[in-house]
């Protein structure tokens, strides 16, 4: 295990990776011990070299669900049980606290597990994980504080749940059905499908629970992309970084042409439609006058192959060049 410091450390070595690799905005969705929000506000200070970031503070989900810490250790292990400050909820009351408490420490985003996850080793990947109520609660709150909310989803029930609640983010989507599609294209909800987060499940080693739902998830994704494109629904890009390494976001391109997008949807996705989901839209998402300066250059033309999104030659971020392969020397990283 990591020690904090050591996680922190990481922390800006990947957000630097992740700048050089074309990627100027960015949102963390699960982190913890504040490490989101002291990277965030080094970066914005200028001590530390990485993207714009979104942060959640903590991910908010149920009693031994995906989003609870605590899940899998024996108990007493920990010096204390899992509660809201911690991010786990069992009642409408304690999600809008949960909520409150992460925006009291910086959160612009609200994360929340609607489902079982892969690699949480006390539950299955598809069952629902809070209810109808708490759900409500916790996007009004965060609506109500003019906080985006998103919400990690796999399973049709537990995704349902979230866009009756009017979530604005489904992450993952993997077993979804139709009629999940049908309610997220007409309230507008977007999908973010993270299929980069398949080749970290692909080659990694996990206990056999664990194992068989990575290996589920990564067998369905592609269908349901797929049905997702045809029936409509809004997608914008996220990778579910660090399951899969820092630095190679671009690769989301590449597996969404895969899976039928065009490069120009792609590119989209990655582009406008994040910055339309993150709610800054009038600020960057376009080269437009008086949005900011965030420029990326690669070798080629990506609408005719998209794989040069993978080979990037050129960052600014708000007018600064972080990265010239063809002049090194004019770059803020002297």
Not at 13 to 33: C, E, H, I, P, Q
Not at 253 to 273: E, H, I, K, Y
Not at 320 to 325: C, E, L
Request: hydrophobic letters at 40%.
């Amino acid at each position: 295990t990591r020690t904090i410091p050591e996680k922190a450390i990481r922390a800006t070595a990947n957000a630097r990776k992740t700048l050089m690799a074309g990627f100027t905005t960015v949102r963390d969705v699960g982190s913890n011990n504040f490490l989101d929000i002291g990277l965030r506000n080094s970066i914005n200070s200028g001590i530390v070299v990485g993207p714009r970031m979104l942060v959640c503070v903590r991910a908010l989900g149920s009693t031994g669900g995906h989003c609870d810490e605590g899940a899998g250790f024996r108990f007493g292990l920990l010096n204390h049980e899992t509660g809201p400050e911690d991010g786990v909820i069992n009642s409408p009351d304690q999600a809008r606290f949960a909520v409150r408490f992460n925006i009291k420490y910086g959160a612009d985003v609200i994360k929340t597990c609607a489902t079982g996850g892969v690699l949480s080793p006390t539950d299955d990947v598809d069952v629902p994980q809070l209810t109808q109520a708490e759900l409500d609660a916790l996007v009004t709150a965060a609506h109500e504080l003019r906080r985006k909310t998103a919400a990690h989803a796999h399973g049709a029930e537990g995704a349902k749940r979230a866009i009756r609640a009017g979530i604005d983010s489904i992450e993952h989507g993997t077993f979804v059905d139709d009629e999940a599609l049908r309610m997220m294209r007409e309230r507008g909800t977007y999908l973010v499908p993270t299929l980069s987060v398949r080749s970290g499940l692909a080659e990694s080693k996990f206990p056999p629970l664990v194992r068989a739902k990575a290996d589920m998830a990564v067998k369905a994704q592609d269908a349901m992309v797929r049905r997702a494109l045809a029936m409509g629904v809004k997608i914008a890009l996220g990778t579910d970084a660090a399951v899969y390494p820092h630095g190679n976001n671009a690769l989301e391109f590449v597996l969404m042409a895969a899976d039928g997008m065009t490069p120009a949807q792609s590119l989209r996705a990655g582009t406008w439609s994040a910055a339309d989901l993150l709610g800054l839209r009038e600020k960057i998402g376009t080269l437009e006058p008086g949005k900011l300066a965030d420029i990326v250059a690669v070798p080629g033309n990506p609408l005719a192959d998209i794989k040069v999104t993978q080979s990037v030659l050129f960052v600014m971020k708000e007018g600064t060049v972080y990265r010239n392969d063809r002049n090194p020397t004019e770059t803020a990283m002297k």
